[in-house]
């Protein structure tokens, strides 16, 4: 009898070693939690740096598309065309004049990071022929930090 219930108590305790307690549990969820907290701090201005690297790069592409327009039809897109006029030929061209199959990007025109689409003013800031920038995350005029206009070269 004292020996079925040594084997007994043997068994609970095993049993109880197997296990987890609620102590140790919290201790890995909180941290688990101070983890992912220190990831999000440090990834998420990652995001908006790579946001605004990626409207810069499309923009250079659009410029690189809108300099060969040029050079093909001596002139730049017209503002009323706006950047379609890379995409399909405008009819401010005329019948006559030699587009490209596909027109001058490969694809539909890109959007910015944000879903809105690059503007193209007609003339530019600043003397510059054209400009095509983005309104950055707010898809409005002005602002900052991420709100605020995207140019390339800046």
């Given at each position: 009898m004292i020996r079925m219930m040594?084997?007994?108590?043997?068994?609970?305790?095993?049993?109880?070693?197997?296990?987890?307690?609620?102590?140790?549990?919290?201790?890995v969820i909180f941290i688990l939690g101070l983890l992912a907290t220190i990831v999000?701090?440090?990834?998420?201005?990652?995001?908006?740096?790579?946001?605004?690297?990626?409207t810069k790069a499309n923009i250079r592409n659009l410029e690189q598309a809108i300099e060969t327009y040029r050079l093909d039809h001596n002139?730049?897109?017209?503002?009323?065309?706006?950047l379609q006029a890379l995409k399909t030929a405008p009819a401010s061209l005329g019948a006559s004049a030699r587009y490209p199959a596909g027109g001058y990007i490969r694809g539909e025109l890109p959007k910015d990071p944000w879903g809105n689409p690059y503007q193209y003013v007609v003339p530019g800031p600043s003397g510059t022929p054209y400009a095509v920038y983005s309104l950055g995350a707010d898809g409005q005029p002005g602002g900052s930090d991420l709100d605020a206009d995207i140019y390339a070269g800046e």
């Open positions: 040594d084997n007994k108590n043997s068994k609970r305790k095993k049993q109880r070693q197997n296990g987890f307690t609620l102590v140790e549990l919290l201790v999000a701090i440090n990834v998420l201005p990652a995001q908006d740096t790579a946001s605004i690297t990626t002139r730049y897109p017209e503002m009323a065309d706006g």
